[in-house]
């Protein structure tokens, strides 16, 4: 489980895991994905996370810069609600000004690079290889 609070992510420390599994059965990730991931965990452990395709737990996720806090599940949605509320005594203004800053660079890059990587994404998507894997995919509760 996992809760964003204004781009706060925080995730619960039980059983849940993270993953960017595509590579794991022949698939592909958005530009946009890439772009994201680059921005929240650096470029050399987004390279990790989409090339593995590893679980990961939420101690491991905030290690690598997937999460920016890990919460028990009773404690979720008031870390959630208390980072949001502490968000919010922030200056609107200057708050949406150095986010805008932050997030424009990333944006710009995907909007580059989306349309074709989308495309890709398709093809790779609908291959008879990636169908075959996916059939094999058993998932266990």
Not at 114 to 128: A, G, N, R, T
Request: charged share 25%.
């Amino acid at each position: 489980m996992l809760a964003i609070a204004c781009d706060y992510r925080i995730m619960v420390s039980e059983k849940a895991k993270i993953s960017l599994n595509e590579i794991t059965f022949g698939s592909s990730v958005f530009a946009g994905s890439v772009e994201m991931l680059k921005f929240c965990a650096g470029s050399g452990n987004a390279q990790t996370i989409l090339y593995s395709g590893a679980m990961y737990s939420a101690n491991q996720a905030m290690h690598m810069g997937l999460v920016d806090k890990v919460s028990s599940i009773d404690n979720l949605m008031s870390e959630a609600e208390k980072t949001a509320l502490d968000f919010a005594k922030t200056d609107n203004t200057a708050f949406t000004s150095i986010k805008r800053l932050l997030r424009r660079p990333p944006a710009e890059d995907m909007a580059k690079r989306e349309k074709e990587s989308i495309q890709e994404f398709v093809d790779i998507w609908y291959s008879e290889k990636t169908w075959e894997k996916l059939k094999k995919i058993k998932i266990y509760s």
